[in-house]
T-cell receptor, first 116, second 115 residues
Framework: NAGVMQNPRHLVRRRGQEARLRCSPM?????VYWYRQLPEEGLKFMVY????????ESGMPKERFSAEFPKEGPSILRIQQVVRGDSAAYFC??????????????FGQGTRLTVV | AQTVTQSQPEMSVQEAETVTLSCTYD???????LFWYKQPPSRQMILVIR??????QNATENRFSVNFQKAAKSFSLKISDSQLGDTAMYFC????????????FGEGTQLTVNP
């Protein structure tokens, strides 16, 4: 059972370009979470998605950032018109649906975005 | 909203010795979960240990154990017989019972194990 797969591992974009980060959850997992880790800081929650549905996007910047988790395919975190301050490591985590029971999320290896 | 505080940005320990990392949190929830994650230089987030708030017994995983003080909202991690491979950033994290698996992280403690 493969773990959470994120690609690319490293992404370099020029200011003003678009960045697309992909996350394939573990097999059987229907919940995906995106976190951002700025240099020398902890992980900050961005968005929580189920397939075809955004559950909680309270941590997402209001502009330029969007996320989706389609019925087929990976979850995508999209950053439009990137700025230097978007340079960070972006982590995806997934968890299975277990009704009212919570379970820990499993993390991917992250995508390091560098904006030049 | 929940907050997690790790007051030790950096710590060091000699190989084979014991070290304790501190974590405090603030919440109005009665049911929740607490975690310690390890992030080595590879950046992979690795779950070290997990504690359910309704359990009074402290969790233990091999050389790793916690001291969970619910009334004080304290959740420290003890690493016994430290090994060089324990060198990493350690994050304390909080999860509400009702928020799926969404985590609130502390700022982290960089632990260095010296030979």
């Amino acid at each position: 059972n493969a773990g959470v797969m994120q690609n690319p591992r490293h992404l370099v974009r020029r200011r003003g370009q678009e960045a697309r980060l992909r996350c394939s959850p573990m097999k059987g997992h229907s919940h995906v979470y995106w976190y951002r880790q700025l240099p020398e800081e902890g992980l900050k929650f961005m968005v929580y998605l189920q397939k075809e549905n955004i559950i909680d996007e309270s941590g997402m910047p209001k502009e330029r950032f969007s996320a989706e988790f389609p019925k087929e395919g990976p979850s995508i975190l999209r950053i439009q018109q990137v700025v230097r301050g978007d340079s960070a490591a972006y982590f995806c985590a997934s968890s299975p649906f277990k009704g009212s029971l919570n379970t820990e999320a499993f993390f991917g290896q992250g995508t390091r975005l560098t904006v030049v | 909203a929940q907050t997690v505080t790790q007051s030790q940005p950096e710590m060091s320990v000699q190989e084979a010795e014991t070290v304790t990392l501190s974590c405090t949190y603030d919440t109005s929830e009665s049911n929740y979960y607490l975690f310690w994650y390890k992030q080595p230089p590879s950046r992979q987030m690795i779950l070290v240990i997990r504690q359910e708030a309704y359990k009074q017994q402290n969790a233990t995983e091999n050389r790793f154990s916690v001291n969970f003080q619910k009334a004080a909202k304290s959740f420290s991690l003890k690493i016994s017989d430290s090994q060089l491979g324990d060198t990493a950033m350690y994050f304390c994290a909080f999860m509400k019972e009702t928020s799926g698996s969404r985590l609130t992280f502390g700022e982290g403690t960089q632990l260095t194990v010296n030979p």
